[in-house]
Structures are given as C-alpha cells and as structure tokens.
C-alpha cells in the first residue's frame, strides 16, 4: 500500500513506502515478523498520532473563529452600551434641568397663590369698609328723613 501524506509548507511531509520495503529502503522480506508488526504498530500509531493533530487542529481554527465572533460581538455591544451610557447620561442632565424648571415653577406659583390671597384681602377689607360707609350714609340719610 503506497500513501503519501503532504501538510502546509511550514510542516514535513510525511511519506509512507510500499509494505515491501523498511523504513531503510530495505525489502521487507529481509526484516523478522516482529519487526514487521511492531513497524505495523508504529505505523498505525502514526496515524492515529496524525488523526489526533488534524483534529486538535480542525478544532483550533474553529474555537479561532468563534473567538474571532466572539470580540466581534463585544466590540459592537461596547459600543452599544456606550451609546446606552450616552443617552442615560443625557437624560439625567435633562431631568435635572426639568427638575429645576419645575421647582422655579412651584416657586412662581407658590408666588402667585400668596399675592392672589393678598390682593383678595385687600379688597375685601375695602368691601367692608365699603359697606360700612354705605350702612353709615344710609343710618344718617333715615335720621335726617326722620327729622
């Protein structure tokens, strides 16, 4: 059986001959059983060694690529909360300023209800004595019909 396994550049090639000939270049033939079926276990420990590496490599690229998604995604929700944080920080400033509107506003009206009773007093107070200056023309008018 004649396999021949070729990696990236950076890595060797690995290249197995046909099973009639050694690791040396030598025909099979000349080597003992043994030999032959420890080369056959180092051959298949070999491959599973090889089987192992593209997988472990298989799973880096992807575990690299979800990484690669994975900063991605935390830039673009750094950003939005960043702009969450903006937005939030401009809505506190424009609460405050309505706070602070709204508080001149119950000042104004505070204000406003004192001089409104104020005004209103004061011109009860000239009803009165209105009234009074009426009742006391009207008294003196009836004295002086009465006379």
């Known amino acids: ?3 021949n396994l070729y990696r ?3 890595q060797a090639a690995v290249v197995y001959k046909s099973p009639s000939m050694s690791a040396f270049g030598a025909p099979f033939g000349s080597m003992s059983v043994a030999d032959l079926g420890s080369l056959t276990r180092l051959e298949d420990k070999i491959r599973l060694l090889q089987e192992d590496l593209e ?3 298989e799973l880096r690229n992807r575990i690299e690529r979800e990484r690669a998604d994975l900063s991605v995604q935390l830039i673009a929700l750094t950003d939005r909360l960043e702009d969450a944080e903006g937005t939030t920080d401009s809505q506190i400033e424009s ?3 309505r706070e602070g509107e709204l508080i001149k506003l119950r000042k104004l009206l505070e204000e406003s209800q004192l001089e409104s009773e104020d005004a209103m007093n004061v011109l009860r107070k000239k009803h009165q004595d209105a009234c009074l200056d009426y ?3 009207i008294e003196q008018l009836q004295k002086k019909n009465a006379k």
Do not use: G, I, T
Request: proline content about 7%; cysteine-free.
């Open 55 to 57: 997988s472990e490599r």
């Open 1 to 3: 059986m004649s396999a």
């Open 8 to 10: 990236s550049p950076s």
């Open 95 to 97: 609460n405050r300023k």
């Open 135 to 137: 009742q006391d023309q």
